[in-house]
T-cell receptor, first 113, second 113 residues
Framework: GDSVTQMEGPVTLSEEAFLTINCTYTATGYPSLFWYVQYPGEGLQLLLKATKADDKGSNKGFEATYRKETTSFHLEKGSVQVSDSAVYFCALSVTGTASKLTFGTGTRLQVTL | KAGVTQTPRYLIKTRGQQVTLSCSPISGHRSVSWYQQTPGQGLQFLFEYFSETQRNKGNFPGRFSGRQFSNSRSEMNVSTLELGDSALYLC????????????FGSGTRLTVV
């Protein structure tokens, strides 16, 4: 079946540090890949997406590149802020089950001053 | 434009009771999905409705059911509540396919005692 594996958290960084959150996937078909973010007490917000190999999704300084050869979609940001503290979820959807998102377990990011 | 609205925000129910959760999608969105979020299992897909038809279903027991109305509003029902049903239930709406990105509501926090 389809699955997403994320690095275990929490990840604690100082403000302005570089962020990488690893995400790898297994899919029965050709997936679209997503990063969602969840702030405390809120639902999930779509952060960025990529729908085919070598696509780069980007938003709010975050970016991730769809790597088919390594089945990965790692999230990066060059300089994190305290306001980036949240839980980040990698997810996929596969054509044919395209209405369903399969999520990773989430990675909590804590940014300190 | 208004986001996805879930009501109520919080619920406390007794084991054995039943509960109904409501979700109003973004205007124009015809797809509504439901997810269960727990610390142990993470985000798990319950089901998805599109134009009043259940289009996709996750691996949950028959106690979990849903429906969608002609105005795209959706309800989710859980009968014979168990302690393990305590979770954050998230509703998400979309134009039709996950690749377009789902917009999530803030969720309903259900506690079963």
């Amino acid at each position: 079946g389809d699955s997403v594996t994320q690095m275990e958290g929490p990840v604690t960084l100082s403000e302005e540090a570089f962020l990488t959150i690893n995400c790898t996937y297994t899919a029965t078909g050709y997936p679209s890949l997503f990063w969602y973010v969840q702030y405390p007490g809120e639902g999930l917000q779509l952060l960025l997406k990529a729908t085919k190999a070598d696509d780069k999704g980007s938003n709010k300084g975050f970016e991730a590149t769809y790597r088919k050869e390594t089945t990965s979609f790692h999230l990066e940001k060059g300089s994190v802020q305290v306001s980036d503290s949240a839980v980040y979820f990698c997810a996929l959807s596969v054509t044919g089950t395209a209405s369903k998102l399969t999520f990773g377990t989430g990675t909590r990011l804590q940014v300190t001053l | 434009k208004a986001g996805v609205t879930q009501t109520p925000r919080y619920l406390i129910k007794t084991r054995g009771q039943q509960v109904t959760l409501s979700c109003s999608p973004i205007s124009g969105h015809r797809s509504v999905s439901w997810y269960q979020q727990t610390p142990g299992q993470g985000l798990q897909f319950l089901f998805e409705y599109f134009s009043e038809t259940q289009r996709n279903k996750g691996n949950f027991p028959g106690r979990f059911s849903g429906r969608q109305f002609s105005n795209s509003r959706s309800e989710m029902n859980v009968s014979t509540l168990e302690l393990g049903d305590s979770a954050l239930y998230l509703c998400a709406s979309s134009l039709g396919e996950a690749v377009n990105g789902y917009t999530f509501g803030s969720g309903t926090r259900l506690t079963v005692v």
